[in-house]
């Protein structure tokens, strides 16, 4: 197995491990993680997931006996192999559950992507980000897409065009992580964060807001609004909405 599934305390782990090979993303690799996000959005013990990795690197991005086996491929296969990354980025993107990395070294090119498509990450001071595609001939493709949403054309553009790679205090400043931690905290800040999202919002409507921020950017302006109006209306006859104002209205603190 090229990765570890655990859950505690309503957090669903799922840890990357190919230290050897810097969490570089293969086939396999890929095919796992898309099983472990879709068993964990199943779980119904898990309400957070953490996205992580052993070793040194995040995740280096693709294999490089990968990319050599990729070179004698035919137009139809790399479509077959594109579209098996992009179901993974559009799994974790558009996950009923909030994602959260767990960034404790180097996230590269399709490491960077899957850091991309999490809802949240935190990442170490030494860690590097970067979209490096362009400098072996390559196009970031499939992360572009997320990516613009995520941090806008100005900031995607550099990354993406310039290949460099930047510190993770620099992926703050541009939106791509929440926050930089020391590697010893790290753990520690993640778990808490989690834990914050648990007992302060309501799981559904997490999931709500979630899946409107996904769709809402493609509709025009009248669709968006109508799509706004079905789910605020979905979301007051949720139990959790009734329970939510129950407590504000009686002033008492509702842990969820």
Known sequence: MNLEYSVT??????????PDKRNA??????SELKQAFG??????????IVLRANGESF????????LQHLQSNSYAENLADSNHLKELFLQIYTLKKVVIAQVQGHALAGGCGLVTVCD???????????????????????VMVFLLRKIGEANA??????GELVKADHAQRVGLIRNTVPADK???????????????NSTHSMMLTKKMIAEVQSMNLSEALSFASSVNAEARASDDCKRGVAAFLNKEKIVW
Do not use: H, W
């Not at 993303?25 to 890929?30: M, R, T």
């Not at 030494?126 to 400098?135: C, I, K, L, Q, S």
């Not at 553009?157 to 310039?162: A, E, G, I, T």
């Open 9 to 18: 305390n309503s957090i669903g782990y799922i840890t990357m491990n190919r």
């Open 39 to 48: 068993r964990a959005e199943q779980d119904a013990m898990v309400k957070i």
């Open 59 to 66: 995740c280096a991005g693709a294999d490089l006996s990968y």
């Open 186 to 200: 790290l753990a520690d800040e993640v778990y808490a964060f989690a834990q914050l999202l648990l007992v302060s």
């Open 157 to 162: 553009k550099q990354l993406l065009l310039s």
């Open 25 to 30: 993303l293969s086939y396999e690799l890929i």
């Open 120 to 142: 949240f990450a935190f990442a170490v001071p030494e860690a590097r980000f970067g979209y490096t595609e362009v400098r072996i001939g390559f196009v970031p493709a499939i």
